[in-house]
């Protein structure tokens, strides 16, 4: 891998350009705005407080009109986007108007394919009946809101805002205003957690119908709050086996439920336009533009990063140059290593033949230990059983190695 810091103008090479459009392509929006600060949180975002006057919504939006006019102009016929996912920080801060004019922006630079699917990520706090109406009308098809847990103390723990009853009722609030598909965020082993408190916070999301579930581990970032209270004592940091437990349990009760694993860390419904095809396009290996403040990029191997304050992120697209503060070129052990990293956590898995010799081998034996389904090795795609999906980090090194 290649990698260095961008100081002249930021250009993609003709063969990262080469084959735009024969694959998935995607924009993601970073959105840097919170109201508060979440403990565990190490994304780049920032409250108010914290930018004082060197940066607001309108600053930043300005600046994404001109990031986009300007990717637009360096893919040279940039095709349509067939996926928009605005991130976060929390995007439901910019308000229905806000998220309207977003996409708009996204319109204007690359038009949308048709059945486009375009998410928005959102605080339930800050939303409304009015909120999901006005989205929708602007042409998103997709919400995914942070619930993380139903148990008041797990949500002090981890600085949650919002009360425990809210999300549910915001995922009913989003359906009924027409959205077909919407996403709630769980976190599990939180310091505290009880058993009984996760199975109160899958009884939540169940009761409110949504057809998709992300939940992820907890993970002590470092630089974070909650990873101080871990250094000083405070909390007990997570512990391996209650993860697994946890996962089990989550995975028990969706799939009794209905909702099917496609990703490690993802269930949805055996629906059309369940599964989250934005992130889909990640674990395929598509490609995607990332506007926005600290937001990566992907093109045709070539990956970059944008710079990280708002402030700064305005002031260079005011300069009319590009914001990205550093790129690297993938060589081909690297794509081949991604490639087995991030298909292999999906439900239908890896091709056999994506992998070298020894990786066959490994493969096998992993299979032999009842990590891979040796019915799905002996059709020709490495696929994780139940236990593997545990240890699935662990089976990527082994096939890679």
């Avoid at 082993?189 to 409110?208: H, I, K, W």
């Avoid at 437990?245 to 860390?265: F, H, N, P, Q």
């Avoid at 090795?377 to 994780?384: E, I, T």
Wanted: hydrophobic share 45%; charged share 20%.
């Amino acid at each position: 891998m290649t990698t260095a810091p961008t100081t002249d103008r930021f250009a993609l090479p003709a063969t990262a350009l080469a084959g735009l459009g024969s694959r998935p392509f995607g924009v993601y929006v970073h959105v840097p705005f919170c109201a508060t600060r979440c403990g565990y949180c190490d994304f780049n975002t920032y409250t108010a407080g914290e930018l004082g006057s060197a940066a607001s919504p309108e600053s930043w939006l300005e600046g994404l009109r001109r990031e986009l006019d300007l990717a637009a102009g360096m893919l040279g016929e940039p095709p349509a986007a067939d996926t928009v996912f605005v991130g976060g920080g929390t995007p439901s801060l910019l308000g229905a108007d806000g998220l309207g004019a977003v996409l708009d922006a996204v319109r204007q630079a690359f038009g949308l394919a048709e059945g486009a699917e375009v998410t928005t990520e959102s605080n339930p706090e800050s939303t409304s009946p009015e909120f999901f109406a006005g989205i929708r009308a602007a042409g998103y098809t997709r919400v995914s809101l942070g619930m993380q847990s139903a148990a008041p103390h797990v949500l002090r723990v981890l600085d949650r805002v919002h009360t425990p009853g809210r999300p549910a009722a915001a995922a009913r609030e989003a359906r009924a205003a027409g959205f077909a598909h919407v996403n709630l965020d769980l976190i599990y082993g939180t310091p505290g957690e009880r058993t009984d408190d996760l199975r109160a916070s899958l009884d939540a999301v169940l009761g409110a119908g949504v057809d998709h579930v992300s939940a992820y581990a907890l993970i002590v970032e470092d630089g974070t709050a909650l990873a101080r209270r871990v250094r000083k004592g405070e909390l007990p940091a997570p512990d391996d086996d209650v993860l697994a437990a946890d996962y089990e349990l989550i995975d028990r009760t969706l799939t009794s439920a209905g909702l099917r694993w496609y990703e490690v860390s993802n269930w949805a419904a055996d629906e059309p336009g369940a599964r989250c095809r934005h992130n889909l396009g990640y674990w395929h290996g598509g490609d995607w533009w990332g506007a926005g403040p600290g937001a990566h990029s992907h093109v045709g191997g070539v990956r970059w990063w944008n710079v990280k304050h708002p402030a700064r992120y305005s002031a260079v697209l005011a300069e009319g140059e590009p914001p990205a503060a550093g790129h690297e070129v993938l060589t081909a052990a690297d794509r081949h290593l991604e490639r087995v990293m991030l298909e292999l956590r999906l439900a239908e898995g890896l091709p056999l033949d994506a992998l070298d010799g020894a990786g066959v081998r490994e493969a096998r034996a992993a299979a032999a230990e009842g990590l891979l389904l040796e019915p799905a090795l002996a059709a020709g795609r490495a696929v994780l059983t139940d236990r593997g999906r545990l240890l699935a980090d662990a089976v990527v090194r082994r096939l890679v190695s």
